[in-house]
C-alpha cells in the first residue's frame, strides 16, 4: 500500500545510503574500481525504508527512532550480505571451496572481511544520524499525510 510515510523513509533510507557508500569508499584502501556500488547501496537503502521503516511509522517518536534503527543495520546486513555472495561466488567458480558447506561459511567470512573496514567512529555516527532522520521524518509524515 501507498503511504507518504513509506515514500518519506524509502527516500531518506536512500539518501542514507548514497551517503554511506560516497563514506565508504574512503575506508577501503586499495579499491579503485568501485562500479555500481553507490547505486546499488542506494537501492538496498530504498527498499529497507519502503519494506521495513515506512508500514512501521505513526507509533510514536521512540518508535520511529527504533524503526529507523532497525532499517539501518538492515541496510548494512543486506549490502554486506549482497557483496559477500557476489564475492563468493566468484571463488566457487574458481574452485576455492571443497564444497557446498564451505562456501556458505566463505559466504560470512566475506561479509566479516567487508564489515571490519566500517567499524569507524564517523561511519557509525553517519548511520545513526542517518537512522534518527529517517524515523524522524517517516514519523512526521505519517502523522500529517494519512
Request: proline share 2%.
Amino acid at each position: 500500500m501507498f503511504t507518504a510515510a513509506r515514500l518519506i523513509a524509502a527516500l531518506c533510507m536512500a539518501g542514507v545510503g548514497y551517503v554511506a557508500s560516497d563514506y565508504a569508499k574512503g575506508l577501503y584502501d586499495g579499491v579503485k574500481n568501485v562500479g555500481l556500488f553507490t547505486f546499488i547501496n542506494t537501492a538496498i537503502g530504498f527498499l529497507c525504508g519502503w519494506i521495513i521503516v515506512g508500514p512501521r511509522a505513526g507509533r510514536g517518536m521512540s518508535a520511529a527512532i527504533s524503526n529507523g534503527l532497525t532499517g539501518t543495520v538492515a541496510l548494512v546486513f543486506w549490502c554486506l550480505m549482497l557483496y559477500s555472495l557476489k564475492q563468493t561466488w566468484e571463488l566457487a567458480l574458481r574452485r576455492r571451496y571443497d564444497g557446498p558447506l564451505e562456501a556458505v561459511g566463505g559466504v560470512f567470512e566475506n561479509a566479516l572481511d567487508y564489515g571490519e573496514p566500517l567499524l569507524n567512529t564517523g561511519f557509525f555516527m553517519l548511520l545513526i544520524i542517518g537512522a534518527v532522520v529517517t524515523g524522524v521524518l517517516s514519523e512526521i509524515a505519517a502523522r500529517h499525510w494519512r
